[in-house]
T-cell receptor, first 112, second 114 residues
């Protein structure tokens, strides 16, 4: 158990819908990272927040957004969902702005 | 731009065989190096990491990796694999120049035949 929690574990929704994924980092970690993992694209870094502020952006679509709240938990919002958004979404946390990342169990999203 | 290359996308071995997975990175400065493992249906777990000191790093489950600066490499090794080592293995690198963002390799899928 890494100490990073994610909810929900599974999510099934329809195209065009909007979902919110939630992540709680390890106690004391200030950075939260979001990743998408799919069979065809592999592991893709989406976005990082550090102490409430966006720190780095990767291959995140405009339909996706994230935020980190004062209690340091983070939410990833996915809107206008498409079939191709079906994937595993992982959250990771680290103590500082970089360094060792500890991963949560992931949310498996299925868009029908 | 920095990049990480894992040469083998798929590796199939028999139990008790020795394992070496290659990882090369492109950055010439000071780097931190990581290997993560993802067992089927699970999340990524840290296997081992190198920040400084002894270039031979020992990790969990009998894995080790050697940092060879002159070759820009951080290969993962295990002398005798088990069926339970079947997983995907990711190499990652960060540095001050990348603001300590992890740059990930594409992963190597390892299948151990019982």
């Amino acid at each position: 158990d890494s100490g990073v929690t994610q909810t929900p574990k599974h999510l099934i929704t329809a195209t065009g819908q909007r979902v919110t994924l939630r992540c709680s980092p390890r106690s004391g970690d200030l950075s939260v990272y979001w990743y998408q993992q799919s069979l065809d694209q592999g592991l893709q870094f989406l976005i990082q927040y550090y102490n409430g502020e966006e720190r780095a952006k990767g291959n995140i679509l405009e339909r996706f957004s994230a935020q980190q709240f004062p209690d340091l938990h983070s939410e990833l919002n996915l809107s206008s969902l498409e079939l191709g958004d079906s994937a595993l979404y992982f959250c990771a946390s680290s103590a500082g702005q970089g360094g060792t990342q500890y991963f949560g169990p992931g949310t498996r999203l299925l868009v029908l | 731009a920095q990049s990480v290359s894992q040469h083998n996308h798929h590796v199939i071995l028999s139990e008790a065989a020795s394992l070496e997975l290659g990882c090369n990175y492109s950055y010439g400065g000071t780097v931190n190096l990581f290997w993560y493992v993802q067992y089927p249906g699970q999340h990524l777990q840290l296997l081992l990491k190198y920040f400084s000191g002894d270039p031979l790093v020992k990790g969990i489950k009998g894995f080790e990796a050697e940092f060879i600066k002159s070759k820009f490499s951080f290969n993962l090794r295990k002398p005798s694999v088990q069926w339970s080592d079947t997983a995907e293995y990711f190499c990652a690198v960060n540095s001050g120049d990348s603001n300590y963002q992890l740059i990930w390799g594409a992963g190597t899928k390892l299948i151990i035949k019982p």
